[in-house]
């Protein structure tokens, strides 16, 4: 289980792959799930929290070979307290190592009221029977009393009770909506752990949401009350202003040791690596003055800063860089580097790449190195991301294109794609712009028609000759789907991204033709 004999030794509970992936824009994918899975493993985190399998049939799949394929970590499905989500959680985390299932159920008055139509006594009745049935399918059971912050202390006392006399083995009490200031969160622990009888057995988790920007600050409190293992996030995404960002609390119980005297057991070197993945993989970009991971963090430009800095380095960084990660010099490649130093910098910046890939990789390495001097860190992420991201068997692949643009003159583009039967196609169409006209060359060819609802282009580096990174978003038929693709051209690094949707949309639409449609329930978005 995700417990510990050590009483200062606090458990990280990781929810980015489930209430993370709920912030809008930051779905993803199978793969990207695995990628991430095994990041977080490497990062040393607890528990995974996976997904939430009755969702859809893409959740569950994700947690089923989350489960089959991560090693190390505790792997959680969520569940509601009903039969058909504990059984198909119970399912998608059987072949986990350490399996776990976690149940909810909202306790607060507005909650059941409004949204349940419950009764207090039906409340207690359906979260017993609930932690009943998934410990009759797995040993290890966490139990939220969704929106705790918001319930009656009496009621939330009896509720969580019930619970650990049903079998849970983790009691987690979230601050489902961010109402919650520090002061509050902590009374509401210490009068659980003063209480409650039996919760001596079980693990007091906390999961806290940033409304009110006080997520880290009430998870901190609450740790001071007695609460073991703490639900966060990479980042901080999650739900609407987002979750407890696991970053700010790891590195808050490091440095202030002193006043918290508790540990975690993360590898924080790579905290910064990780904080990049899923910033490409989600297209989300890190504000500049995030804490921990924000390309300000350690930057300072006030001269009476910098003197300091110069002179002792403690006058204004309580934190080293190098512990999460941030190198102090970038290790540059060029030309000339070898396959093994392109290897290892890959592995060092948290990437999982296979013998194929890393050998397409370093194909595409030598050739942007003809195209630049010196090949940095975000250049290596880069190709990385594009390997990673590349679809295999993909109905179309770029064979060229040109495009044509100008002050006064008509936009166009022409585009040759082959077709994975081998046949060329080629095609031209006028646009509002030589992007505008490129996608409609790319329809054209396909026959795929999709709306596109986000672009975006940004420098990889900070060099003239950088390479260029495009984000596209599509919808096609009420589905979104989102890429990206670096190139030293923007056009083409544009077209790369779009074809990479298209081929999807074009991907499904032939597996559905050769299939029937399968039944799809509708879409369960737990808020926690």
Same mark, same amino acid.
């Given at each position: 289980m995700g417990t510990t004999t050590d009483p200062n030794r606090v458990i990280i509970f990781d929810t980015t792959l489930r209430d993370g992936e709920q912030s809008p824009g930051c779905s993803m994918n199978l793969g990207e799930k695995l990628e991430m899975a095994r990041a977080l493993a490497d990062l040393g985190v607890d528990v995974i929290?996976? +997904?939430?399998?009755?969702?859809?049939p893409g959740?569950?799949?994700?947690v089923r070979e989350i489960a089959r394929q991560v090693h190390g970590p505790v792997?959680?499905?969520?569940?509601?307290?009903?039969? /058909?989500?504990? #059984?198909?959680?119970?399912? /998608?985390?059987?072949?986990?190592?350490?399996?776990r299932i976690h149940v909810f159920l909202a306790t607060s008055p507005i909650h059941r009221e409004s949204k349940l139509r419950m009764t207090p006594e039906e409340v207690v009745?359906?979260?017993?029977? +609930? !932690?009943?049935?998934?410990?009759?399918?797995?040993?290890?059971?966490?139990?939220?009393?969704? #929106?705790? /912050?918001?319930?009656?202390?009496?009621?939330?006392t009896e509720v969580v009770e019930k619970a650990v006399e049903a079998g849970a083995?983790?009691?987690?009490?979230?601050?489902? !909506?961010?109402?919650?200031?520090?002061?509050?969160?902590?009374?509401?622990?210490?009068?659980?752990?003063?209480? !409650?009888?039996?919760?001596?057995?079980?693990v007091l988790s906390v999961h806290c949401h940033d409304d009110l920007g006080l997520a880290v600050a009430n998870t901190l409190a609450a740790l001071g009350e007695g609460a073991r293992q703490v639900e966060c996030t990479i980042n901080g995404i999650g739900e609407r202003a987002g979750n407890t960002a696991l970053e700010e609390v790891v590195m808050a119980l490091r440095t202030?040791?002193?006043?918290?005297?508790?540990?975690?057991?993360?590898?924080?070197?790579?905290?910064?690596?990780?904080?990049?993945?899923?910033?490409?993989?989600?297209?989300?970009?890190?504000?500049?003055?995030?804490?921990?991971?924000?390309?300000?963090?350690f930057a300072h430009e006030a001269g009476i800063h910098q003197d300091g800095m110069l002179k002792e380095r403690s006058t204004y960084e309580i934190m080293r860089p190098e512990d999460v990660g941030i190198p102090r010099t970038e290790l540059v490649l060029g030309k000339h580097s070898g396959r093994h130093a392109l290897k290892q910098r890959v592995t060092d910046l948290g990437y999982h790449l296979t013998d194929e890939q890393l050998n397409r990789l370093f194909e595409e390495f030598k050739k942007l190195a003809d195209k630049k001097k010196e090949i940095y860190d975000a250049d290596i992420e880069a190709l990385a991301e594009n390997q990673l991201q590349a679809g295999t068997g993909n109905v179309w692949t770029l064979v060229g294109f040109t495009s044509t643009a100008g002050t006064g003159s008509q936009t166009s583009a022409a585009v040759?794609?082959?077709?994975? #039967?081998?046949?060329?196609?080629?095609?031209? /169409?006028?646009?509002?712009?030589?992007?505008?006209?490129?996608f409609k060359a790319i329809n054209r060819v396909t026959g795929v028609e999709v709306k596109v609802v986000d672009y975006r282009v940004r420098s990889v580096t900070q060099d003239m000759d950088a390479q260029g990174e495009a984000q596209v978003e599509i919808d096609h038929a009420g589905k979104r789907s989102r890429a990206r693709a670096v190139s030293v051209d923007v056009i083409e690094a544009s077209a790369l991204a779009y074809l990479e949707v298209v081929n999807r949309v074009a991907g499904r639409n032939i597996r559905d033709r050769l299939k029937p449609t399968d039944h799809v329930p509708t879409e369960v978005v737990p808020v926690l």
């Open positions: 929290e996976a +997904g939430f399998p009755i969702a859809s959740d569950f799949e994700s792997i959680c499905g969520l569940a509601r307290c009903n039969p /058909a989500d504990i #059984d198909r959680a119970a399912d /998608a985390v059987r072949d986990a190592a350490r399996p009745r359906k979260a017993v029977e +609930g !932690v009943k049935r998934a410990r009759d399918r797995c040993e290890d059971i966490e139990f939220s009393p969704e #929106d705790a /912050a918001r319930t009656e202390l009496d009621f939330l083995t983790t009691l987690n009490i979230p601050d489902t !909506v961010g109402y919650a200031v520090p002061s509050h969160y902590a009374a509401i622990i210490r009068h659980l752990k003063q209480t !409650v009888r039996g919760i001596d057995s079980c202030r040791h002193d006043f918290y005297d508790l540990s975690t057991g993360l590898n924080t070197r790579l905290l910064y690596p990780i904080s990049r993945r899923l910033s490409h993989i989600t297209g989300m970009a890190v504000q500049r003055n995030k804490a921990i991971v924000g390309q300000n963090a040759s794609l082959r077709h994975k #039967d081998g046949t060329v196609k080629r095609e031209a /169409a006028v646009g509002n712009g030589p992007i505008d006209a490129l």
